[in-house]
């Protein structure tokens, strides 16, 4: 099983809502990414699990908050976004944190009205 | 990570071999170059990655020149399922960082 799962697809979400994002992967991977895409950008990375702990965070507002349970999930909870945060997220999981192969998820499709 | 720079976009016919350029002439001795594509609607995809040598596996190759400075991606015998943005980049990926360059268009032609 080669892949990495992301609910929901789409999520509409109000400046005052509080949403969650989950990401699953059971490659046995021990690292877990997230990643924002606006439209016809690169993916850009916003943190970096390894083991479970959280080893980067790429200056993210604290308006978006992750979380990594166990090894197979990941979570990124958003609370008080704003309609710039519209954008693509992505999950991504890998071997290690030092790997250059990722497996990306399809994504979870974000509009914030 | 070293700036890398590709063609905005490029076409190619279907059973032809696509070669995509990339430059990235600030490369430092450890950083490799590293491929990846995103067909629309989906999350990108791990093509090959490479230090110094060439790399071959089942998707593609990559062949760096002996300086390092620049690198191509070849796709064998394009199909139309190829068509999809291909990233260069190149960099470390000390700490599970992985940077995406501009992206390069590529359209197969039946």
């Known amino acids: 099983d080669t892949e990495v799962t992301q609910t929901p697809k789409h999520l509409v979400m109000g400046m005052t809502n509080k949403k969650s994002l989950k990401c699953e992967q059971h490659?046995?991977?021990?690292?877990m990414y997230w990643y924002k895409q606006k439209a016809k950008k690169p993916p850009e990375l916003m943190f970096v699990?390894?083991?479970?702990?959280?080893?980067i965070n790429e200056s993210v507002p604290s308006r978006f908050s992750p979380e990594c349970p166990n090894s197979s999930l990941l979570n990124l909870h958003l609370h008080a976004l704003q309609p710039e945060d519209s954008a693509l997220y992505l999950c991504?999981?890998?071997?290690?944190?030092?790997?250059?192969?990722?497996?990306f998820g399809p994504g979870t499709r974000l509009t914030v009205t | 990570d070293a700036k890398t720079t590709q063609p905005p976009s490029m076409d190619c016919a279907e059973g032809r071999a696509a070669n995509l350029p990339c430059n990235h002439s600030?490369?430092?001795?450890?950083?490799?170059v590293y491929w990846y594509r995103q067909i629309h609607s989906q999350g990108p995809q791990y093509i090959i990655h490479?230090?110094?040598n060439n790399e071959t596996n089942e998707m593609a190759s990559l062949i760096i020149t002996e300086d390092r400075k620049s690198s191509t991606l070849i796709l064998p015998h394009a199909t139309l399922r190829d068509t999809a943005v291909y990233y260069c980049?190149?960099?470390?990926?000390?700490?599970?960082?992985?940077?995406f360059g501009q992206g390069t268009i590529l359209t197969v032609h039946p």
């Open positions: 600030t490369i430092s001795g450890n950083e490799y």
């Open positions: 490659m046995g991977h021990r690292a």
């Open positions: 980049s190149a960099g470390g990926t000390s700490y599970g960082k992985l940077t």
């Open positions: 991504a999981s890998s071997q290690v944190h030092t790997s250059y192969e990722q497996y």
């Open positions: 490479g230090l110094k």
């Open positions: 699990y390894s083991y479970e702990k959280l080893s």
